[in-house]
């Protein structure tokens, strides 16, 4: 048995050291494990929030979608009205009433004009695809950051991980989304088929 | 062209709904939905269509897939489709030709180049 007083006192100190040493890396362990647990909760949040703007600003374009083919339908009503009114009148109804035909011409005009104007809202609306394709993605990315979140908790922690994987049921998406109004890509596209047909490709 | 008889994939409501309303303002009144590749074939095999269009990325059967599988039956080797995607890049316009897509249009599209796709489509088939 060897007493205290036959320990070198260089091996005392190596030995406290080591002890201090281990002392710090885990109450570092012990700080970091609470980021962990934390992060490992808020990244299926995050992801489930991601869901629920998809689902709510699909809902609401639909509603957007429903104002704008009654406003098309009830434009399309008014303008066959226009037609058969116009009809109705005689041939030389507004030869001597130019006041008059100026006057239902400007308001042909302004109704076909307001119903090119929904259509063009119609049209806007495309982008709800493509957002809800890049949220697909970034809910895609947060569901690997959570599995390597895991992972390293799993190595960390001494009990069996028996939590079930994220729901990886998400948007089908193309991470390279954009929601781009130029023509630019369409060109591209059309230049390439046009390569291909022509037996052209690089 | 008008009494075309179209088949509309996509897994988008929104989307469906938008190109099913583009196709109406460019006369073309018989379109079906389907919405997915899986759902679409489904409807191929009831149904006798003379166009699709699709969308790519979709789940149970994506546009590709679907694609592939439409081009290997005998019965749809001239059946014209026209891809509505997202998708830009150089190797995936290059992949979907290979699997047999006709015409293509990168989304967000507008209703011009919607109905000029198709009568080009419909003209170079013919």
């Not at chain 1, 006041?99 to 302004?110: A, G, L, Y």
């Not at chain 1, 230049?191 to 490709?201: A, D, M, W």
């Not at chain 2, 460019?26 to 074939?41: M, P, Q, R, S």
């Not at chain 2, 990325?57 to 592939?68: A, I, K, R």
């Amino acid at each position: 048995m060897v007493h205290d007083n036959q320990v070198p006192d260089s091996l005392k100190r190596e030995l406290t050291d080591l002890t201090r040493a281990i002392d710090e890396v885990v109450c570092h362990f012990k700080k970091t494990q609470y980021p962990f647990e934390d992060s490992n909760e808020k990244v299926p949040e995050a992801t489930h929030q991601l869901e629920n703007i998809t689902r709510q600003t699909e809902e609401a374009t639909h509603r957007v979608l429903d104002m704008v083919e009654e406003i098309t339908g009830g434009i399309s009503d008014v303008v066959q009205d226009l037609k058969v009114l116009r009809k109705a009148l005689p041939a030389t109804y507004f030869k001597n009433r130019s006041k008059v035909r100026d006057t239902f011409e400007r308001i042909v005009e302004k109704v076909e004009k307001s119903q090119d104007n929904a259509f063009a809202i119609m049209d806007a609306l495309q982008f709800q695809d493509i957002t809800a394709q890049q949220m697909g993605h970034t809910a895609h990315l947060l569901d690997e950051v959570e599995a390597k979140l895991r992972l390293i908790k799993s190595m960390f922690s001494d009990q069996n991980q028996n939590e079930q994987d994220s729901d990886s049921q998400h948007q089908s998406f193309d991470p390279n989304a954009r929601y781009d109004l130029s023509n630019e890509n369409q060109v591209r596209v059309d230049n390439l088929l046009e390569s291909v047909k022509q037996g052209r490709t690089d | 062209m008008a009494d075309l008889k179209i088949l509309a994939v996509d897994d988008s409501p929104t989307m469906r709904r938008i190109i099913i309303n583009t196709l109406k303002r460019a006369g073309f009144h018989d379109v079906t939905e389907a919405t997915d590749g899986k759902d679409a074939l489904a409807k191929l095999k009831v149904d006798r269509y003379n166009f699709v269009i699709t969308d790519w990325n979709m789940p149970e059967m994506d546009g590709l897939t679907f694609v592939t599988n439409v081009r290997s039956s005998a019965e749809f080797s001239s059946l014209p489709i026209l891809m509505v995607t997202t998708r830009s890049v150089k190797d995936d316009i290059l992949q979907a030709m290979r699997a047999g897509v006709n015409n293509y249009i990168v989304k967000p599209f507008t209703p011009d180049t919607l109905k000029q796709k198709i009568e080009q489509t419909i003209l170079n088939a013919s």
